[in-house]
């Protein structure tokens, strides 16, 4: 074989060499980014099936304060965070965040974690929100991980 032969298979074999440590690593971040992702996947889907809320009552002026009171019992094995719950009345977003006062569990304002078991009970004023909640007729409130329970409003 003559020197350009030799020198030319040296040029080749330098390449694949170059290419592959530069593609293998590339290759494995996409893989571990793709496993990481159905981990995540698989955990939301975990945490959605652990997670069950019941509205119980749903009451516009019960006690003539024209405020909407929901009572909810959290039915599922997770803890829910109060700042996580989205309430819809009507289908108008009412943020249920905006005060820590409308909300108590077993009682307690100075809380924001509703436990498995306990009760969480919301009442939001009317005159605090851009919603009519005295027309609301039927109000859904949803937890962080897309679980939802609907209720019709009555009083």
Known sequence: MGVSVSASAAVVAAGLFIALTTGYPAAANGFDR??????????????????????????????GNDALTLTVV???ADALVVDDLT??????????AADPAW????GLETTGLVLPGETLTMSVPDDAVTA?????TRVTLATGTGVRAVAEVSG
């Open 74 to 76: 959290n039915d599922g």
């Open 103 to 106: 909300t108590s569990v077993e």
């Open 87 to 96: 309430l819809l009345a009507d289908n108008t977003f009412v943020d249920v």
């Open 34 to 63: 793709v496993a990481e992702g159905t981990v995540d996947s698989h955990e939301r889907a975990l945490d959605r099936h652990h997670t069950a809320i019941t509205v119980q009552t749903a009451t516009f002026n019960a006690s």
């Open 132 to 136: 009519d909640l005295a027309g609301a």
